[in-house]
């Protein structure tokens, strides 16, 4: 191996780190950060009569599949792809040129069985802001996806993973979880379709949650084989909600797997 294709290696692992660490990131104290199965336990064990979920990730491998920013011109090639394996997703659909610019794609995503969630109106780093400023970023993509869809998302993720007590509590008030991940590909720093898939086939792991971003060009062609290859390893993909059930999301709580 070269120098040259060392340090190429190195710089690419440091992206998938530097990603990695801002599913963690906050830039303040955060409490309130629990995991999908600890919850989903909690609440089987609180109602242990209640009926068994549709989709039961108490018996089955799951692992949440979401992408963010959307929708953008790629979203109805990546919906096209979905539904033809069969899997839904959950889509934290972002504000300013997107639920502004295609609506009729995310209606799409609710006619067909997505989880439509939250990214904010245009992506601002939501601890940088006083409470004022958070609820700007919000209220905005909830009033989008309520007057697309006819239901308000429950579920948000704040940009670069970035949260602290201070945005978890206007999340509460406003009704919204924040849901981290463990799996990212940094689809942002590349196109390279095999390098989109390899990163998340080596990253996932049962209960874990899939970041991706279907506007990036190597992202929405490394789908199908990261489908099909985790179906092949006994994966059943489910929205983020799917993961939780038979709990719902709780607003203000921070999940991270």
């Not at 199965?37 to 089955?60: I, L, S």
């Not at 506007?215 to 179906?231: E, H, R």
Request: glycine share 8%; net charge positive; charged share 20%.
């Amino acid at each position: 191996m070269t120098l040259r294709h060392r340090r190429g290696v190195r710089a690419a692992l440091a992206l998938v780190a530097v990603a990695a660490a801002a599913s963690t990131a906050a830039c303040g104290t955060l409490h309130g950060v629990t995991s999908p199965r600890d919850e989903r336990e909690h609440a089987a064990a609180e109602r242990p009569g209640d009926p068994r979920p549709a989709v039961d990730c108490a018996t089955d491998k799951c692992v949440a599949l979401t992408f963010d920013g959307g929708p953008s011109r790629p979203t109805p090639a990546l919906l096209d792809i979905l539904k033809e394996k069969h899997v839904h997703a959950t889509f934290f659909v972002q504000g300013k040129g997107h639920t502004d610019t295609y609506p009729q794609t995310v209606l799409r995503m609710a006619r067909e069985g997505h989880e439509i969630g939250n990214h904010t109106w245009s992506h601002k780093n939501l601890t940088t802001l006083d409470e004022k400023g958070i609820t700007a970023e919000i209220a905005p993509v909830q009033r989008d996806v309520r007057a697309i869809t006819g239901h308000t998302p429950t579920v948000m993720r704040p940009p670069q993973g970035r949260t602290d007590d201070a945005v978890s509590g206007v999340m509460k008030r406003l009704g919204l979880a924040q849901v981290l991940w463990s799996a990212t590909a940094s689809d942002f720093a590349t196109r390279d379709t095999d390098t989109i898939v390899q990163r998340i086939l080596e990253q996932t792991h049962r209960d874990g949650i899939i970041l991706l971003h279907e506007s990036y060009g190597g992202t929405v062609p490394a789908v199908p084989t990261i489908i099909d290859t985790l179906q092949k390893r006994g994966y059943t993909l489910v929205t983020f909600s799917q993961l939780l059930a038979p709990a719902v999301p709780r607003p203000g709580v921070v999940y991270r797997p």
